[in-house]
């Protein structure tokens, strides 16, 4: 596989990275490769799975959002007091997701008309928000989620969980608009040349926001997930995991140069981080290892990715030489004809 290949298939890097680690440990421990450790998986990846698909939406764009985790919190303790106050699902679902939108079109307004560099607005939010859950919770867990929601989490359909099914139609969905609609093009072209792009015609700010407002939905999204698996949420909730979001996004092929991913490649890397993790109790090797492999694996991502496109970029550079020597010979040759 050359690299053009590479970079056109990075999310079945990803994938082959998955089946190379789950035969790995295999050999160690054949009950990490039971399908009901592999059901057990892909369950767990749910949650990650959607936000690194809003991260990577943010990252294409060529910015970062790293207040992921507290939006979940927020969104989902809004989402627990409706749902314990008896509030029908179906409107808590409409008004949780809303909020989300709220929440990163917030995140998106500070970055492209407030100036912001989102790494600093992201940062202050994730502060605010998680700030908010406080308040709201006075430091209190939200218990007593209607059973019937809680069934939702443990429903499966053909043995697979409800919850995988929805996620993966859900990234079927955001992956079907960035890839074939005009605005979901002009995502990767603002992330690719965002000056480039408004030449062209592209609204750039509003797709920036409208990045942010997709990974703010992503959040809301998983935080209902949340609510429907554990039945019970915090102000802690999701505390740290926007860094294994990003790095998700990242190990599935999505370039924090922008303009280069897919969500089907961040949800690829969600399934990698959770396998990995998942492996360490499987090797007897304490969770508190989770974060430093996490890293390692990110670091080993990134190393990666600068090696490819620093290669790539050098191989295009010898292109357009080679091709600007090649023509110079037929151009002179054509003077002398016409003379």
Known sequence: MNLRSLLRHREAVTVSGVVILVLLVMLVQPAFAAPSNLLRIANSTVILALLAAGSAVVIMTRNIDVSVGSMLALTGIVGGLMLRDGVPAVLTVVVVLALGAALGVV???GV???????IVMTLGTLGAYRGLSFLITEGHSIENVP???KAIGRADILGVPLLVWLVIVALIGIGLFLGRTRLGRHVYATGDNRDGAHLIGVRTNGVIILAFAVSGVCAAAAA???LAQVGSISNQAGQGIEMRAIA???IGGVALSGGVGTVFGAAAGAVFITAAVSSLSFLGIPGFWADTVIGAILLVALFADARVRKALDHRRV???YRAVHEAAP???ENRKVAQ
């Not at 492209?112 to 560099?117: A, I, K």
């Open 112 to 118: 492209t008309y407030g100036h912001v560099p989102s």
């Open 318 to 320: 010898l292109d357009r």
């Open 248 to 250: 998700a996004a990242v």
């Open 330 to 332: 037929d151009a002179a």
């Open 147 to 149: 059973a019937g929601y």
């Open 224 to 226: 209902l997930v949340f």
């Open 107 to 109: 995140n998106g307004l």
